[in-house]
């Protein structure tokens, strides 16, 4: 029960990578607040996760400001505090860079980095006043790979890095850890959407032989926001089963 008590939002978790930490969060005795896009899949992740503890749900589109606010207010005003962000949601809209629309690229901009942003400007007012805080922000190897057709991702991604570094710098002060997590080919929905070809191309590549599951990912979350890393902050690290 590492995170006993603590209350945590973790965003985009509905499903994948969110979910499951989600689920690890609860079993480790955390308040759990999550939200997504969707309000049907959300609905049926309350459900699920209700089993494992105090779950609230919340249909936020995390490229929307205003959303977020109202999220955190809501989460603020039932619970007292806000102990933990976990900043998970994020997209993808792929294409070759001649080819990407403005679009293409402002969609994936406005949601992986400016809603970390928003997210964690949000939070940050309850952190500061108890002088503790626990920020993970979900990176991804495509920041190091800079994997083909995603110009927009990648940099999304690479620049959550760089924030990581900025807000662990300036946050510690506060009482405030702030790390980030890269996962590299954790078996999702959104993953197992890559064609065959391309998945078994990357397999062979990785040292383990073996793709990491939605678990492994979250609990890596929930190491880094409990109190067994507390002298951790301003990092990245790569969970990719040796592939980097």
Request: no cysteine.
């Given at each position: 029960m590492k995170l006993k008590n603590k209350v945590a939002i973790i965003t985009g978790a509905s499903v994948g990578i969110g979910y499951a930490t989600a689920k690890v969060f609860l079993e480790e005795g955390a308040i759990v607040n999550i939200c997504a896009r969707n309000a049907k899949k959300l609905e049926?992740?309350?459900?699920?996760?209700?089993?494992?503890?105090?779950?609230?749900?919340?249909?936020?589109?995390?490229?929307?400001?205003?959303?977020?606010?109202?999220m955190v207010e809501k989460v603020q005003a039932e619970f007292g505090r806000i102990e933990i962000l976990i900043n998970n949601a994020g997209i993808t809209s792929d294409a070759q860079f001649y080819k990407m629309t403005d679009e293409q690229f402002d969609e994936v901009i406005n949601v992986n980095l400016k809603g970390t942003y928003?997210?964690?400007?949000?939070?940050?007012?309850?952190?500061?006043?108890?002088?503790?805080?626990?920020?993970?922000?979900?990176?991804?190897?495509?920041?190091?790979?800079?994997n083909f057709g995603q110009t927009n991702y990648a940099a999304?991604?690479?620049?959550?890095?760089?924030?990581?570094?900025?807000?662990g710098k300036e946050l510690g002060k506060y009482g405030?850890?702030?790390?980030a997590i890269a996962p590299g080919s954790i078996m999702t929905d959104m993953y197992s959407a890559v064609p065959e070809e391309a998945r078994e191309k990357k397999l062979a590549a990785i040292p383990l032989r073996?793709?990491?599951?939605?678990?492994?990912?979250?609990?890596?979350f929930a190491f880094l926001a409990s109190d067994e890393a507390s002298y951790i902050t301003a990092q990245t690290i790569t969970i990719d089963g040796g592939f980097n």
């Open positions: 049926v992740a309350v459900a699920e996760l209700s089993e494992y503890g105090t779950v609230r749900g919340y249909v936020v589109d995390i490229s929307k400001k205003d959303q977020i606010v109202d928003y997210f964690s400007k949000a939070v940050l007012p309850s952190m500061m006043e108890h002088k503790y805080g626990r920020i993970v922000h979900a990176t991804s190897v495509s920041a190091y790979n800079g999304t991604k690479a620049g959550i890095i760089g924030m990581t570094r900025v807000m405030i850890t702030v790390n073996r793709y990491g599951t939605a678990e492994e990912a979250g609990k890596l």
